[in-house]
């Protein structure tokens, strides 16, 4: 392999059908649905929520296959570039309201080690007191 992406790639798809094939079934029951069963959301409309999620999720194959499905459903490119915007500013502001989160750590983890320092001063090791995993990731 000369690159880490190649269209060619996705003939291997039915490789990976074969090795679950209860998994692919059900996923492709599910697209079939998603896609096929309801017409409450126009197919356009549709392929334009999968490229900007497919941006999100930075998989250049849906990227490929989304935006000519949804050209073949007569979307535009000012449509998609508009997706694509929307989607990066709806993860940018994701991340800006998650930064919340920081500065509450950073509050709390003030107020530990004030709590901390009046642990140690009053009773340096106190039994009983295990130490709790700081992160799992």
Known sequence: MTHYYDRSNLTRIPDLMKLAP???????????????????????????IAVAVAHVTGCPYCIDVHVQKCKKHGGTQEEIVSAVMIAASTRA???????????????????????AEEQTSVSPGSPGQTAAPDCFC
């Open 22 to 48: 209860q998994a692919a079934s059900s996923f492709l029951a599910f697209e079939q649905e998603v896609y096929h069963g309801s017409n409450v959301i126009p197919p356009k409309i549709k392929e334009l």
């Open 93 to 115: 502001g994701a991340v800006l309201s998650h930064a919340t989160h920081a500065i509450i750590a950073y509050e709390n983890a003030l107020g530990r080690a004030e709590a």
